[in-house]
């Protein structure tokens, strides 16, 4: 599980996910200099695309998923976009973000969190949040969050060399642990499974708060596979 | 009260929603849960479709899933 201190490994598998119209294929192009399709609608990316470049010595691969507003597969592009989370390998997540309009697409990523892998945060159209007065504390939502918030533009590049950099240390050092909390009410329940497997020696690769966490959610996948077991 | 008996420009606070857990997750992926504050910013003629703001998230809602939804002012 730990991957920290490898150096020997030297690919990166970065995917990116985003509510639809956050700018997921613009803040690709901006990474890597590649040319995927951008316009000015919703539901451009349908399916995954990948692009590839080389930073400080990485040989980096990008997914670009299509928009998805959660972790439900409502439509075809969600379940694109959620069945590569739940079961493609990959290293890294980077959540883009909508920087104004910040609510709404927190709701994702509290879905993507539930996934416990890593995550980046890039809230993306930053100079845009500016121009409309809206001020937004990165290190503050790196506290409430856990995970590594960073500002950027894509269409200006700005904030995308910061971005690499903390993508690279996200990479090299231990995943962080989830701040992920529920409402009392279901953390009571989490607490009696969690105590129920404890006392079974459950056997899992997942830790059993994930494990509580998915029955009480009745995710369906979660039940087929523990069904076959 | 349902969010279908309120008239342009009200707000309300939503109490319940009833509809099913496919429409239940999409709606929750916008914000609209129980607790936020809805405001009906628009309605179609013949009223079979409103505009919603929910946060700051326009939506556009069948006056069916409308009914769905439960409300207090």
Redesign the interface.
């Known amino acids: 599980m730990m991957e920290s201190g490898k150096h020997e490994k030297k690919n990166i598998k970065i995917v990116l996910v985003g509510q639809p119209n956050v700018g997921k294929s613009m803040l690709i192009n901006s990474i890597s200099n590649a040319r995927m399709h951008v316009g000015n609608f919703t539901g451009v990316t349908v399916e995954k695309a990948e692009a590839y470049f080389e930073y400080e010595g990485y040989k980096i691969t990008i997914i670009d998923l299509p928009g998805t507003y959660s972790l439900n597969d409502y439509s075809l592009d969600e379940k694109v976009a959620k069945d590569f989370l739940l079961n493609e390998e990959y290293d890294l997540i980077v959540n883009v973000i909508d920087s104004t309009n910040l609510e709404k697409n927190l709701l994702l990523s509290a879905d993507l969190l539930e996934l416990d892998k890593k995550i980046v945060v890039a809230l993306n159209f930053s100079d845009e949040a500016d121009k409309e007065g809206i001020a937004i504390d990165e290190n503050i939502l790196k506290e409430i969050l856990g995970i590594p918030c960073i500002k950027v533009s894509a269409s200006t590049k700005k904030g995308i060399q910061n971005l690499l950099k903390i993508i690279i240390l996200s990479y090299q050092n231990p995943q962080a642990k989830s701040k992920l909390i529920f409402s009392d009410v279901i953390e009571e329940e989490i607490g009696k499974i969690t105590l129920f497997l404890e006392e079974k020696n459950h056997k899992s690769a997942l830790d059993y708060r994930s494990i509580a966490a998915k029955l009480l959610k009745e995710d369906k996948p979660f039940f087929k596979k523990i069904r076959r077991l | 009260m349902r969010l279908d008996e309120l008239k342009k420009g009200q707000s309300a606070i939503i109490t319940k929603i009833s509809a099913d857990q ?1 429409l239940k ?2 709606l ?4 609209v849960l129980r607790g936020s504050k809805i405001t009906i910013s628009e309605c179609a003629p013949a009223k079979k479709t409103i505009k919603i703001l929910v ?3 326009m939506l556009a809602l069948r006056l069916e899933e409308a009914k769905s939804i439960e409300v207090s002012l």
Not at chain 2, 28 to 31: D, L, R
């Open positions: 496919t997750d999409r929750m992926s916008f914000g946060n700051h998230t």
